[in-house]
């Protein structure tokens, strides 16, 4: 079975959002975020001083409120940045590309490279609504965007087919 499609700037930011989202290390990055929020506010209050119960709710909320939500937003922003800063205009995983699956693993051929991967090396597959992820280690993934599944094959054959090799012994 062989699949044709195009990886773009999008495809690659998706999956660094998702892999943010996911990821514990990155989760925990989120929850530092909601944590040094309140600490940050009480922090202002306590330079601000203390003025009544509203007064210091409002002071503490209001701090959280602003330091968790520019974090996140950052955060978010910071992802979609260094994609582009990394891959420029072309090169490495952008392009149009060309997945064959076989027994023994996959072979991607693209327009700057070409990529034998055995399913042994694969860790995990994720179906998302965007893409099809192969990944190859917890925050590295091959992008099958589902865009590519436009006719035949589909993306639930795709999806079957490479649950049926990866569940085979390696040969």
């Not at 590309?97 to 995990?124: R, Y």
């Not at 998302?128 to 917890?138: C, F, H, K, Q």
């Not at 590519?148 to 085979?168: I, K």
């Amino acid at each position: 079975m062989t699949v044709a499609y195009e990886v773009t700037h999008d495809d690659i930011t998706r999956l660094m959002r998702h892999v943010m989202r996911t990821h514990p290390g990155f989760r925990r990055s989120y929850l530092h975020a909601l944590l040094w929020g309140p600490v940050i506010g009480l922090s202002y209050l306590a330079v601000t001083g203390y003025t009544g119960l509203w007064a210091a709710l409002a002071k503490v909320s209001g701090a959280t409120a602003i330091f968790t939500g520019f974090y996140l937003f950052f955060y978010r922003r910071q992802a979609a940045h260094g994609v582009r800063r990394a891959y420029g205009s072309e090169g490495g995983p952008l392009g149009r590309k060309s997945l064959t699956l076989s027994v023994d693993g996959f072979q991607e051929v693209g327009e700057h490279s070409t990529s034998i991967q055995a399913w042994s090396g694969i860790v995990d597959v994720e179906d998302t609504t965007d893409a099809i992820y192969l990944y190859v280690s917890p925050a590295a993934a091959y992008i099958v965007p589902k865009r590519a599944f436009q006719g035949d094959p589909t993306a639930a054959e795709f999806l079957s087919m490479v649950t049926h090799y990866r569940g085979r012994p390696s040969a």
